[in-house]
């Protein structure tokens, strides 16, 4: 069983800067894709940022320049550094990863996997 778990939220003024993290455990798994997606009291959860297995990202054009993902391939971890912060950007952020079960069907194949995390509330006010 593949786990996520985020950590680093907080309660933050505008303009300032927030760290999370995120850690993948388990064994016998490999992952492809690690994202963040947020979701604010009565929206749906979009995603924030994501970053695929190849090193490109994606980010959601609001978070843009001021966000950034990152991982640790080595830590199976990912993580999102979150400057100038504004009250829009108050949501539940949850972790997001897939990828595959190493160890092997009985015929031989891969079982796919995704996996969320907790989630770890941020908060933007003054």
């Known amino acids: 069983q593949v786990q996520l778990v985020e950590s680093g939220g907080g309660s933050v003024q505008p303009g300032g800067s927030l760290s999370l993290s995120c850690t993948a455990s388990g064994s016998s798994f490999s992952i492809n894709v690690m994202g963040w997606y947020r979701q604010a009291s009565g929206k749906e959860r979009e995603l924030v940022a994501v970053?695929?297995?190849?090193?490109?990202?994606k980010y959601l054009d609001s978070v843009k320049g001021r966000f950034t993902i990152s991982r640790d391939n080595a830590k199976k971890m990912v993580y999102l550094q979150m400057n100038s912060l504004n009250p829009e950007d108050t949501a539940v952020y949850y972790c997001?990863?897939?990828?595959?079960?190493?160890?092997?069907?009985?015929?031989?194949?891969?079982?796919?996997?995704?996996?969320w995390g907790q989630g770890t509330l941020v908060t933007v006010s003054s």
């Open positions: 997001n990863a897939d990828g595959s079960i190493t160890e092997p069907e009985a015929d031989g194949s891969y079982r796919y996997f995704e996996v």
């Open positions: 970053a695929f297995s190849g090193g490109s990202t």
